[in-house]
């Protein structure tokens, strides 16, 4: 699929209720899903890119009410620690805060100080380990490498199928049923090109009114005439 330019501009949403469970991600929900109780008040949820780990921050952070970070977003308005003392605080990419961010080790070690204190509760996301983040701080590395982490896998069928049965049904497309078998054993293992693909075959099948088939996915993505009708 490496030929395919997906039209990525598309923008999901957080609801919790389309978030699909699976073996691939339900300790991590578990994990999620203890908050208040989260130890020292604090929690780094950790997976791949596309495993679904901003979805499942974000809808965590509509039921916390939580203020949310980018921590690569060189737009992000400086932080104000005293505005965030007893607040929910999501932190996204935390692992990749210098890459432009206004969020500093020094900010860091202050937020996962105030996790705990007044109500307050620090989500961190990050594709690496705390025990990987690079810092200089002493204090803030002790701070890390206590840090509990829960784990996010990248998705499986059972993940992927829901998000691209969501994905058409967002769209009102109905598609065959033997579509889906026949994708989740081609398509990346990530929910953000899921989403694209669904949008990639609308517009095609908008432009040649068709319906989505095997067959035509198959054409469509050139997967080659062959594959579009192997048992």
Do not use: C
């Not at 916390?64 to 104000?80: E, G, R």
């Not at 784990?151 to 598609?175: N, Q, S």
């Amino acid at each position: 699929m490496s030929q395919l330019k997906l039209p990525l501009e598309r923008l999901p949403t957080f609801e919790r209720a389309d978030f699909a469970v699976s073996p691939a991600n339900e300790d991590a929900v578990r994990a999620v899903d203890t908050w208040p109780e989260w130890p020292n008040g604090r929690l780094a949820l950790i997976g791949p890119s596309g495993s679904g780990k901003t979805h499942l921050a974000r809808a965590w952070a509509a039921q916390a009410s939580a203020v949310i970070v980018d921590a690569t977003d060189p737009h992000q308005a400086p932080l104000n620690l005293p505005a965030l003392r007893g607040r929910a605080v999501l932190v996204e990419d935390a692992d990749r805060r210098a890459l432009g961010g206004v969020v500093s080790d020094e900010d860091l070690f202050h937020l996962l100080n105030m996790a705990g204190v007044d109500g307050g509760s620090l989500l961190l996301t990050a594709q690496t380990a705390p025990l990987e983040w690079q810092t200089i701080v002493p204090d803030l590395r002790s701070r890390l490498n206590a840090l509990t982490a829960a784990l996010i896998d990248e998705p499986d069928d059972v993940v992927l199928e829901a998000v691209l049965r969501r994905a058409f049904a967002d769209r009102l497309i109905r598609p065959a049923d033997d579509v889906y078998a026949y994708l989740l054993r081609r398509i990346p293992r990530s929910a953000p090109e899921a989403v694209a693909l669904v949008a990639l075959l609308d517009e095609a099948a908008s432009e040649g009114n068709r319906g989505i088939t095997r067959a035509f996915v198959a054409q469509v993505l050139a997967f080659g005439e062959d594959d579009a009708f192997e048992d």
